[in-house]
T-cell receptor, first 113, second 112 residues
């Protein structure tokens, strides 16, 4: 019940296309859902985060869509660029941003020029 | 922009040896964490630390692991007797009371 399931494992998108990564959870006590971006050899960096009282959050080209009833959330990257090529992790926590993060298994995104 | 720093970037050790991984969290942060990532796998929570004590730890964080904040700036993870399966990337993270967790660049631990 503490798991966060992420798909797809890998994704290839053409430059300018939309990248969509999905996550699902079981534990309804989760109340904070961040997405992290990780480049090779670097630590995860926060991209965008959402709380369950909001169905969508947009920051630049990155949008989180949140479906509380389905217990799913997704990351949309609009106008994908080669510089977006990285591994993306969804995560969830109970009790907000300061509590332990449960990470998904990651999605390796490759944006082809 | 403030950032979390970690040293060393790569540590190679023999099985059974003790290692200490060091982290300098962002200066005004109050919450500190260690996570690890085995090559090609997801990031896993190890331990969180607040107000000079462990606030939560995972099943991975057994008696071989300990954490310490020896002074006002450093946060360390000690593995007393390393095993082959401890080989992983270890990430330190910190957060303020209202913000998200910021991760350091990691220490790659290789146990031979």
């Amino acid at each position: 019940q503490q798991q966060v399931k992420q798909s797809p494992q890998s994704l290839i998108v053409q430059k300018g296309g939309i990248s969509i990564i999905n996550c699902a959870y079981e534990n309804t006590a989760f109340d904070y859902f961040p997405w992290y971006q990780q480049f090779p050899g670097k630590g995860p960096a926060l991209l965008i985060a959402i709380r369950p009282d909001v169905s969508e959050k947009k920051e630049g080209r990155f949008t989180i869509s949140f479906n509380k009833s389905a217990k799913q959330f997704s990351l949309h990257i609009m106008d994908s660029q080669p510089g977006d090529s990285a591994t993306y992790f969804c995560a969830a926590s109970i009790g907000g941003a300061t509590n332990k993060l449960i990470f998904g298994t990651g999605t390796l995104l490759a944006v082809q020029p | 922009e403030p950032e979390v720093t970690q040293t060393p970037s790569h540590q190679v050790t023999q099985m059974g040896q003790e290692v200490i991984l060091r982290c300098v969290p962002i200066s005004n942060h109050l919450y500190f964490y260690w996570y690890r990532q085995i090559l090609g796998q997801k990031v896993e929570f190890l331990v969180s630390f607040y107000n000079n004590e462990i606030s939560e730890k995972s099943e991975i964080f057994d008696d071989q692991f300990s954490v310490e904040r020896p002074d006002g700036s450093n946060f360390t993870l000690k593995i007393r007797s390393t095993k082959l399966e401890d080989s992983a990337m270890y990430f330190c993270a910190s957060s303020s009371s209202t913000d998200t967790q910021y991760f350091g660049p990691g220490t790659r631990l290789t146990v031979l």
